[in-house]
């Protein structure tokens, strides 16, 4: 997916080339060349295995609604949650992960937002990435990947791509337009909107809608933030000495939640050997 010549784009690749509005300041470049560039390198391939507690969190609250609903008769027995907490095999998680869950599987259990709905996508969340859409215009070409967790059709037929979340985390909009490009090639025969939905928290976002011309838009800026990230790992891989040059640095308050700051020399946290 990161070759150097198979431009692609994402949302995740989005939210590391450009921050979320206001957060600047925090924003890192390096981060995306850790992930992007240098993922292979033993050490970064170690860090990128660890899943924190908020992703271990997410994954568990994704596979709860899929199962709630392969297992719907769950839904109506007084220990669903018990018997879904199970499948999950919870009691091998962190006391923080088993107790945010199991709030999760019974906030869902007491009101299942996917019931009565005509389901046409449902993931698990641990399916990997996604088969990728060619996009081929006569100015730009990339392949976009785009992992939706549930997708289902309203009572008018309008095709809504909800996203679950979890956490404190804002809702990042840019998300959602990432989502209803790619509805416009996998289900063009329906007008497409796009929501979040907050597991944890039990809360909706907006619903979001966009014209063909917004599409549009969208789609060129997206193509644009696949060929700088493609040229950026051409010349990582020609002169892979210009790490810091190509993937600058921004360090700060920030570093010390980067998963990087053990072996990023710019990192303002990292651990100073003690001289003898």
């Not at 199970?86 to 019931?115: A, F, G, H, M, T």
């Not at 789609?219 to 790490?243: G, M």
């Not at 570093?255 to 303002?268: K, L, Q």
Request: charged share 20%; net charge positive; hydrophobic share 35%.
């Amino acid at each position: 997916m990161s070759t150097p010549d198979s431009p692609f784009a994402s949302y995740h690749l989005w939210s590391l080339v450009a921050p979320v509005a206001e957060q600047q300041r925090w924003h890192c470049q390096m981060r995306r060349g850790f992930i992007k560039a240098r993922q292979h390198e033993p050490q970064v391939k170690a860090l990128l295995a660890k899943a924190t507690a908020s992703q271990r969190i997410g994954l568990l609250a994704q596979k709860g609604v899929y199962e709630f609903h392969h297992h719907r008769h769950l839904l109506k027995q007084s220990d669903g949650v018990e018997k879904i907490a199970q499948i999950l095999k919870l009691s091998n998680s962190s006391d923080e992960v088993q107790q945010r869950v199991l709030q999760i599987l019974k906030n869902y259990y007491n009101n299942p937002l996917l019931l009565g709905k005509r389901i046409i996508l449902l993931t698990r969340g641990d399916e990997g990435f996604p088969k990728p859409i060619l996009i081929d215009h006569e100015h730009y070409y990339f392949r976009l990947y785009a992992a939706m967790d549930c997708v289902f059709t309203e009572s008018d037929s309008t095709l809504h791509i909800l996203d679950f979340k979890t956490g404190k985390s804002a809702f990042d909009r840019r998300q959602a337009l990432v989502y209803l490009i790619a509805a416009r090639y996998l289900y063009p025969a329906y007008q497409a909107i796009a929501s979040f939905y907050n597991l944890e928290l039990c809360k909706k976002s907006e619903l979001i809608r966009v014209t063909k011309t917004e599409l549009d838009s969208i789609e060129f800026e997206l193509a644009n933030i696949a060929r700088k990230h493609q040229q950026d790992l051409q010349k990582y891989q020609q002169t892979n000495s210009d790490f810091s040059e190509i993937f600058p640095p921004n360090p700060g308050y920030h570093c010390r939640f980067c998963p990087f700051n053990s072996i990023c020399e710019f990192s303002v946290v990292r651990p100073r050997l003690t001289p003898i």
